[in-house]
C-alpha cells in the first residue's frame, strides 16, 4: 500500500520562510509532487521531483531525497495569498494525496 | 488556456437516488480520473480511466460507482444509489501522457454532491 504524511497545518507570518514536511511509504515510486488547494477550489500543480535534489520555481521550492523516502516543499516570501493547503501526492494511475497541510499566512 | 470543466457545480439529490456527475477533459488528454474530497479531509483518488476502460481503481470505488466516456469529449461518474455519505466534492482530471507516471494532472473546479 501506500502512505504520505505531513503536518496538519502550518502557521507562518507574511515574508517568512516555511517549509512542510512529507515522508511517504509506496510501492512504485516515480518521484513525489505537490499540490495547492485554496478553500473551495480544486488541486493546482505546484512541483515535481522525479530526481533527488532540490527544484525551484519561483518562491516555490521543493526537496526529494529518496534514500530518506522524504521530501518538503519550501515556500519562501510568505504572502497572504499563499494560505491554503498543501498536498503531497505521488502520481500514478491511481495518484494516492497525503492528508494535506493547512498553511495560514499571518500579517 | 484550455481547462477541464464540470457540471454541475452543485448537485442535491435524495438518498437512494442515481446521479451522474459530468466532467470534460482537456481535449487532447488521455488519461481520465475521478476524485473525492469530503469536507475537511484529503483528496482520495477514486478511478483513473484510458482508451475507454478503466486503468486503475481504488477500494472506494465500489459496484455503486461507474464511469463511462460516452463520446469523445465527457467524462461521467454514476452514483447508483447515493448514500448519506457519499456526500463530497468530486473532481475530474485529465493528463496527456508523456511516457511515464509524472505526469501534471489538472482539476477541475468540482462537483459538490449533497445526500439528503
Known amino acids: 500500500g501506500q502512505s504520505l504524511e505531513q503536518p496538519s497545518e502550518v502557521t507562518a507570518v507574511e515574508g517568512a520562510i516555511v517549509q512542510i514536511n512529507c515522508t511517504y511509504q509506496t510501492s512504485g515510486f516515480y518521484g513525489l509532487s505537490w499540490y495547492q488547494q485554496h478553500d473551495g477550489g480544486a488541486p493546482t500543480f505546484l512541483s515535481y521531483?522525479?530526481?533527488?535534489g532540490l527544484e525551484e520555481t519561483g518562491r516555490f521550492s521543493s526537496f526529494l531525497s529518496r534514500s530518506d523516502s522524504y521530501g518538503y516543499l519550501l515556500l519562501q516570501e510568505l504572502q497572504m495569498k499563499d494560505s491554503a493547503s498543501y498536498f503531497c501526492?505521488?502520481?500514478?494511475?491511481?495518484?494516492?494525496f497525503g492528508a494535506g497541510t493547512r498553511l495560514t499566512v499571518k500579517p | 488556456e484550455p481547462e477541464v470543466t464540470q457540471t454541475p457545480s452543485h448537485q442535491v439529490t435524495q438518498m437512494g437516488q442515481e446521479v451522474i456527475l459530468r466532467c470534460v477533459p482537456i481535449s487532447n488528454h488521455l488519461y481520465f480520473y475521478w476524485y473525492r474530497q469530503i469536507l475537511g479531509q484529503k483528496v482520495e483518488f477514486l478511478v483513473s480511466f484510458y482508451n475507454n476502460e478503466i486503468s486503475e481503481k481504488s477500494e472506494i470505488f465500489d459496484d455503486q460507482f461507474s464511469v463511462e466516456r460516452p463520446d469523445g469529449s465527457n467524462f461521467t461518474l454514476k452514483i447508483r444509489s447515493t448514500k448519506l455519505e457519499d456526500s463530497a466534492m468530486y473532481f475530474c482530471?485529465?493528463?496527456?501522457?508523456?511516457?511515464?507516471?509524472?505526469?501534471?494532472?489538472?482539476f477541475g473546479p468540482g462537483t459538490r454532491l449533497t445526500v439528503l
Open positions: 482530471a485529465s493528463t496527456y501522457p508523456s511516457g511515464g507516471s509524472t505526469d501534471t494532472q489538472y
Open positions: 521531483n522525479g530526481l533527488d
Open positions: 501526492a505521488v502520481p500514478s494511475r491511481d495518484m494516492r
